[in-house]
């Protein structure tokens, strides 16, 4: 037996919920509608999306029904797990009880589900294709603050190796991950040496010394001014070279790729700068676009990176939950182009 996540650990404004807040209208209409018609049926709702994608955002949707429904012991559930990979159409839960009592809840538990199954899709394609290389997840700074929980916990469900703050990480049970931002080196009037021996000086010990090495847009001199300087202790640089730039050490190299933004040649010209003077426990950290096709094409190549950052493209490709009632006491009773689709993998929930 899988374990779930006790309803519990899910915090939520329950009396705003229960008062329809966060619901679409119509559903407060219906729900008063049943009401006062003295309506007392069962239905089951089944819940679907249609994409291959990593499910997630099960477990706080079972805690949203246990905390908010009405008469929740009076609910049966069943659902598929957080991490399950599942197939356009699969169900992926079914709710059976009186529709006056969680039919409020319907426009929020969609919602986590698409959110949450959108990070750790997208997470988990990131992943796969970095060839067991980590991936960092760095994209909360293009969306609000208050999704930041969620999201930490679908990129662990997706399968990131760290997150970048506090919020992301409250369920990791790590310290947050990050390298020296450009506002530090700005800072330090764009000397990036200073910057990152400033880090180095005040910065826990237990923290990798991770230095940024692109603000001169000079990335090969950077690295190498930072590693004669740290040696040992220089745990990695990361390039970040804008896809509007061409870095200093490709203008005699062009003609044969793209040289804008951080490109295959640069990693290799960076690598092999390092190797040379000795420093080949540097790791190479890139970060700026990168998404799934990218990271592909550079594990196909060979190009040699240590780790990957991926920050917006999390968030670049939707995954939509449907909800229908599909059955009415027990009988057929679903919108024409709908049925009741069982599915043998789901289990039984106990609130």
């Not at 400033?198 to 690295?223: G, M, P």
Request: hydrophobic letters at 40%; glycine letters at 8%.
């Amino acid at each position: 037996m899988r374990k779930r996540i006790a309803p519990e650990q899910f915090a939520f404004p329950v009396e705003e919920i229960k008062k329809g807040l966060y619901s679409d209208v119509y559903f407060l209409r219906t729900q008063e509608i049943l009401h006062r018609g003295g309506w007392n049926k069962r239905v089951l709702v089944q819940v679907f999306q249609r994409n291959e994608a990593m499910l997630c955002g099960i477990d706080e949707t079972i805690s949203l029904l246990k905390q908010c429904a009405d008469h929740a012991e009076n609910l049966k559930v069943k659902a598929l797990y957080d991490g399950d990979l599942i197939k356009p159409w699969e169900t992926v839960l079914t709710i059976e009880g009186n529709l006056a009592d969680f039919i409020l809840l319907e426009t929020v538990y969609l919602g986590i589900l698409s959110r949450r199954t959108k990070i750790a899709t997208n997470c988990y394609n990131a992943v796969q294709a970095a060839n067991g290389k980590p991936v960092l997840f760095f994209p909360s700074r293009f969306d609000e603050y208050k999704v930041q929980e969620g999201d930490g916990y679908a990129a662990k469900i997706g399968g990131m190796s760290n997150v970048s703050t506090p919020a992301n990480g409250s369920c990791w049970d790590l310290e947050p991950a990050g390298t020296i931002p450009h506002a530090l080196i700005a800072a330090y009037g764009g000397d990036t040496l200073s910057a990152t021996l400033a880090f180095d000086e005040y910065v826990d010990k237990s923290i990798s010394r991770i230095a940024l090495v692109d603000f001169d847009n000079d990335c090969v001199n950077t690295s190498l001014k930072i590693a004669r300087s740290l040696g040992d202790r220089l745990a990695g640089v990361r390039l970040d070279t804008s896809d509007k730039m061409v870095d200093a050490s490709l203008i005699g190299q062009m003609g044969h790729f793209k040289p804008t933004g951080v490109n295959e040649q640069l990693v290799r010209n960076v690598r092999a700068a390092l190797d040379k003077e000795g420093f080949t426990h540097v790791k190479i950290i890139v970060s700026g676009g990168f998404n799934p096709a990218r990271i592909t094409e550079f594990e196909q190549k060979g190009v040699p990176v240590d780790v990957y950052a991926v920050g917006s493209n999390i968030f670049a490709r939707n995954f939509d939950f449907t909800a229908d009632v599909v059955l009415l006491d027990g009988k057929p009773c679903a919108k024409a182009g709908r049925c009741y689709m069982p599915n043998d993998r789901l289990e039984s929930v106990t609130f």
